[in-house]
């Protein structure tokens, strides 16, 4: 049993010594900036890496929104179509519900018995609506739907029907839809691209600039910023017309390239290749220094998925190394300042989409390639999940790189979108969300206060309602306090920081994102508050978790509760220069992309934290003495350590992969994933069954397996490396 959280003991201290540590620690110890300096704010939940049906999803942009926002409660959100064309007209919403007949042989809904007039229950997983492959809605083509016809788009093209290039979807139509949804529901909405990156693979970008969401009222704004910068960077735009009546040019001011802009289209036009190498990447850092130039504090770049598409390889266009994540935060710290190592498609039948031999078909069947890691681990990629790797040694150089997640919606795979079960994708909100701190004043909950949450790292993620509150702050301890009171200072005030949804504000205090400056010697006491949730996530599963199951834990699989929090550490050694070779360049395990200091420093359970009935978790820990500079940062999971085929005897996760008739048998022999059996008579007949066992895959394999990372917090020591990334 977890002990109860009672400071009955130290309550009339408490008043006191909230005076004490805002006067006394000031002298030894400096937080990011004074608690009455920051504005206050709350953390709020967004997603901003999804799709419609204007690039390759199934859906109109309106009921994507309508299911972020409204459905899942998310209280931001921005629309993200990746770049390039599409002939699909996103904007036009689906046609009128069209009711279909029960699936799995069910015949009452939650509202009595089912008919062809009924919406089916929520808790039936029966689905409705037009299907996704209907040529109706947003389905459409533009050619078909716009007055001017195929006159009327724009640019390049000799297709029928004829694509529409993504910057004239943005600037015409797309930004239209996202600020009228924004002021009609009275949340931060707009524009963004998950762009096809120039010598790598995807980044979700964002240059607001111009736009003019929800809180902003009168005069309309525009995405024309936004839908340049589609246009000069999208390694799939390759339409030449300068915008057409734009005119644009992609020319970067002070810029110290030598790759020259084509004289017709006025960008750089080629990518990485045999005879171009690297092009395409040095062409990805114009583009942040192109956003850095126009819109310096209202953009971002934060690449995605980026273990999926292997290593990179400078003859062409796929992964991501190290070396650029660092070149890439060089050009602009304060526009790529982190990375989305926790991708979508999170119940796809391999998590994440990542695998070994990715690429791979029947006609082809070593066609592919390795995904780094071969597969995410408790749906996580390998660069950040794994102690010590590309996220430590990032971290471990004291820079601005944060941790994001994204659903990645594209569709419910062999589902409809209106049904509960998934096959392939969950909803913006519905299973990930990012927790982000906005604060209050003249931007209180607007897009720019939600890029500046996400810039300064003041934030978290996680999967499957795990956990929906975090307070997490490093404090220097006060000699002038005995020890059992400021450790009961520092625990009441990230609890009470926890319920209201919102930060710790003590001067000699650091949160996510900040660094404490302490002398040294100085004790530092770490302060850990989360909320798990009572009640059910929306999971439609209510059967016990497999995964726990194995182990004799009956739990259902829409109720999780947390098992344990770890609180991961390492030293700051300072940045690495490009011009050493050994250090700043390498992939996934060799020296330049490991931080051996990196550990798992304290293990929080129901054995040493005190708990609330309402869900909060409330914990502290010592770090004596400190003497070099350093970080920590906190994961949490739902399972407890060495629970089989997820996660390890320290309680490390395991990789995810689920064998394909693609993979190698010596890889498939190694990694052994998919074995989870799920014998309980509601696991759903779309679960993977071998010789008729369902194993726990797919949308039941991800709701089994529930994670939250949280960004790090600096401890700078006086007279030892300065942590130069955080304030």
């Not at 194995?550 to 770890?566: A, K, R, S, W």
Request: glycine share 10%.
């Amino acid at each position: 049993m977890s002990k109860q959280f009672a400071l009955r003991h130290t309550t009339a201290a408490v008043a006191t010594l909230v005076g004490l540590i805002s006067v006394s620690t000031v002298q030894i110890a400096v937080a990011a900036e004074k608690a009455k300096s920051k504005p206050a704010g709350t953390y709020v939940t967004g997603d901003f890496h999804n799709h419609s049906t204007c690039s390759d999803g199934q859906i109109s942009m309106q009921k994507l929104i309508d299911k972020s926002v409204k459905t899942f409660g998310l209280d931001w959100f921005v629309q993200a179509d990746h770049g390039g064309s599409s002939a699909r007209n996103c904007t036009l919403r689906e046609d009128p519900f069209e009711p279909v007949a029960p699936a799995l042989g069910m015949t009452t809904s939650a509202t009595g018995p089912w008919t062809t007039s009924t919406y089916p229950g929520i808790s039936t997983g029966i689905s409705g609506g037009q299907p996704a492959s209907s040529l109706k809605g947003p389905n459409q083509s533009w050619e078909s739907t716009l007055p001017g016809g195929r006159a009327a788009i724009k640019g390049d093209g000799t297709a029928t029907p004829k694509a529409m290039w993504r910057w004239q979807e943005i600037q015409e139509f797309q930004y239209k839809v996202t600020e009228d949804e924004s002021r009609a529901r009275q949340k931060p909405i707009w524009i963004g691209v998950e762009q096809n990156t120039p010598g790598h693979e995807h980044a979700s970008t964002v240059v607001l600039q111009g736009q003019r969401p929800w809180p902003q009222s009168g005069v309309s704004g525009n995405a024309t910023l936004q839908a340049q910068y589609e246009y000069c960077f999208d390694r799939s735009d390759t339409d030449t017309s300068r915008g057409a009546d734009n005119q644009w040019d992609c020319s970067v001011a002070g810029t110290t390239s030598t790759d020259a802009l084509d004289a017709t289209a006025r960008k750089i036009t080629g990518t990485n290749s045999a005879t171009t190498l690297d092009l395409g990447h040095r062409k990805t850092v114009e583009g942040i220094k192109w956003m850095k130039e126009k819109a310096p504090t209202t953009s971002y770049f934060v690449p995605a998925h980026l273990e999926r598409a292997g290593v990179y390889l400078a003859n062409n266009n796929r992964g991501f190394n190290i070396e650029h994540l660092r070149n890439f935060n060089n050009a602009a710290p304060d526009i790529a300042f982190g990375f989305e190592s926790m991708p979508g498609h999170q119940a796809s039948e391999n998590r994440g989409e990542y695998a070994p031999n990715r690429g791979a078909s029947l006609a082809n069947p070593t066609g592919g390639f390795d995904s780094v890691g071969l597969g995410t681990y408790g749906g996580t990629g390998i660069y950040a999940a794994k102690i010590g790797g590309v996220w430590d040694a990032l971290l471990g150089e004291g820079r601005k790189w944060w941790f994001f997640a994204s659903s990645d919606y594209h569709n419910r795979g062999s589902f409809g979108p209106d049904q509960r079960e998934s096959d392939q994708d969950f909803y913006p909100g519905e299973y990930q969300k990012d927790y982000v701190m906005a604060r209050k004043g003249t931007n209180s909950l607007s897009a720019e206060a939600i890029i500046d949450g996400l810039r300064s790292g003041n934030s978290f993620a996680g999967s499957g309602d795990l956990i929906d509150r975090l307070a997490f702050v490093a404090c220097a301890a006060n000699p002038a306090i005995p020890r059992p009171a400021f450790k009961a200072l520092v625990e009441k005030a990230a609890a009470n920081a926890a319920l209201k949804n919102a930060e710790v504000r003590i001067d000699g205090c650091a949160t996510m994102g900040e660094k404490l400056v302490v002398a040294p010697g100085a004790d530092v006491v770490v302060a850990i508050a989360v909320r798990d949730p009572q009640g059910k996530n929306f999971s439609p599963y209510s059967f016990p978790n497999p995964s726990l199951k194995q182990i004799n834990i009956t739990q259902p699989l829409d109720m999780p509760v947390l098992d344990h929090i770890d609180v991961i550490g390492g030293n700051v050694t300072g940045f690495v220069s490009p011009t050493d070779t050994a250090k700043y360049a390498g992939i996934e395990g060799t020296a330049a992309a490991s931080n051996p200091s990196a550990a798992i420093k304290k293990v929080f359970n129901s054995t040493n934290w005190t708990a609330t009935a309402d869900g909060l978790r409330v914990m502290s820990y010592r770090i004596p003495a400190v003497k070099v500079s350093q970080y920590v940062r906190l994961r949490g999971t739902n399972l407890p350590a060495a629970t089989p085929f997820e996660t390890d005897a320290s309680g490390n996760p395991l990789n995810d992969y689920d064998l394909s008739p693609f993979v190698d048998a010596a890889k498939a022999e190694a990694q052994k994933p998919g074995k989870v059996v799920c014998a309980d008579a509601a696991c759903p007949a779309h679960m993977r069954t071998v010789n008729g066992v369902k194993y726990s895959s797919l949308d039941v394999a991800a709701w089994s397996d529930l994670w939250f990372y949280s960004n790090p917090v600096y401890i700078e020591v006086t007279g030892s490396v300065k942590v130069a990334g955080a304030k």
